[in-house]
C-alpha cells in the first residue's frame, strides 16, 4: 500500500471496494477463453488479443498496425471495473482510464467481429458464460490506427460474487 495514496483514495471507496475490484480484475484475468475462441470461429471474427499492461488503447493500436486493410478502430464505449471510474477521475494524471491506457478495463479480449454478427456473439457468449461482453467500437477504413473519441461511454461493470448481488 502507498499510504498517501490510500489517504485520497479512501475519500471515495471503501477497502472493502479495492478488494472487490481487485478480485473483479483476477477474475476477469483468469478466466479461459475456450468459449470466446468458439465462438469468434461460429461468428467470424477477424482479430482478437488480450487486453493487459498497455491497456485497451494500446492494444487496439497493435491490432489495427497487424491488419491486412488500411482500417482504424474507433472506441466508443469503455467497460470499467466498478467504481474505478470515479478512482480515475480523481487521479486522472496517474490512472488515465478514460485516454485507454489503463488495464482496469474490465475486458479480457478484444476481438472484431463482422458489424453484423457482433451482437450475437454478446449474447451468445453472456448465456453460455454468465459474463456480459460489449460491443465498444467501431472499425472503418483509416491508416492502421486506433483512437478513443473524446468523451467515451464509460461502462461500470459491477462484480458479482454472490447470487443476486452486483456489488
Known sequence: KNPSMWQKVKMLITEDDVKKAYSRAVSVMRRLNVCAARLMHKYRAHAATSIAGFGLLGHAMALA????????????????????????????????????????????????????????????????????????GIVEKG???????????????????????LW
Do not use: Y
Not at 146 to 163: C, G, S, T
Open 65 to 136: 498496425r497487424c491488419q491486412k486493410n488500411e482500417v482504424s478502430f474507433v472506441i466508443h464505449n469503455l467497460p470499467v471495473i466498478a467504481k474505478m471510474a470515479a478512482v480515475a477521475k480523481s487521479k486522472s494524471q496517474m490512472f488515465p482510464l478514460s485516454q485507454g491506457l489503463v488495464s482496469e478495463l474490465s475486458g479480457g479480449l478484444l476481438i472484431c467481429l463482422p458489424r453484423e454478427q457482433a451482437a450475437a456473439f454478446c449474447k451468445e457468449i453472456e448465456a453460455i458464460e454468465g459474463t456480459q461482453a460489449w460491443i465498444i
Open 143 to 165: 491508416e492502421r490506427m486506433a483512437r478513443i473519441i473524446d468523451k467515451p461511454r464509460v461502462i461500470e461493470v459491477p462484480f458479482k460474487d454472490k447470487e443476486g448481488e
